[in-house]
């Protein structure tokens, strides 16, 4: 009940990057998935805002497979990062490690290019045909969450999808929203970007 008033509001302050006349796809989910699997790497902006309202921005650095780097502003001790294997939260802050299999999060449909969303995956409307706005929802797995992904049509983007953003919910219904701004697509992105320090090594303080 919650995400799609946080969609619409992506879908319709997204600009319009590509002419009313451009043909739509047979298969706007298809259309999908080749975007996901066209993507090698993409460094861009994020805008994070949580349940209670509070945003926060940084840059976000993917790599696929498994790779993903939330780097957040300057001030703010936390880091969201997976290295291939796992996604991490860290806080340095408190000193405190949370570690998931990334196959257990929402954000696992942007990590692995092999991964076929057809059969759980569905084309929300949004009201604008510039707009494709998709739930991913696995019911054998609720306790992975769900995450609503909002592409903006525009050919120079890969399979003609910019990724705008997306709104994740947690099995706890827990929702956060990611804007994303300045997108770089299959740039040049080192694997020790997806290296940190663990805060439980420093000792004492």
């Known amino acids: 009940m919650f995400a799609r008033p946080l969609v619409l509001s992506l879908a319709l302050s997204a600009p319009a990057l590509v002419s009313a ?14 975007h996901l699997q066209a993507v090698n790497s993409m460094v861009a902006g994020f805008a994070q805002t949580d349940r209670n309202g509070r945003t926060l921005t940084g840059t976000m650095t993917l790599k696929r497979p498994g790779k993903i ?25 408190v000193r405190q490690v949370e570690r998931w299999p990334i196959g257990n999060s929402p954000l696992a449909v942007l990590l692995n290019p092999k991964k076929d969303i057809a059969s759980f995956a569905k084309v ?4 604008s045909d510039q707009v494709v706005s998709v739930e991913v929802y696995d019911a054998k797995h609720p306790e992975y969450g769900r995450i609503t992904l909002i592409f903006q049509k525009n050919a120079s983007a890969p399979a003609g999808l910019m ?21 770089q697509f299959n740039t040049n992105v080192s694997d020790g970007t997806f290296r940190w320090n ?8």
Do not use: M
């Open 21 to 34: 006349a451009a043909p739509a796809p047979a298969n706007e989910l298809a259309q999908v998935q080749q």
């Open 69 to 93: 780097r939330f780097q957040y502003q300057k001030g703010v001790p936390q880091l969201i990062v997976a290295d291939g294997r796992s996604l991490y939260f860290i806080d340095y802050q």
């Open 124 to 127: 929300i409307p949004t009201g």
């Open 163 to 183: 990724l705008q953003g997306w709104v994740a919910l947690d099995s706890q219904n827990n929702r956060t929203s990611i804007r994303l701004s300045n997108q």
């Open 198 to 205: 663990d805060p439980r090594r420093q000792g004492p303080r």
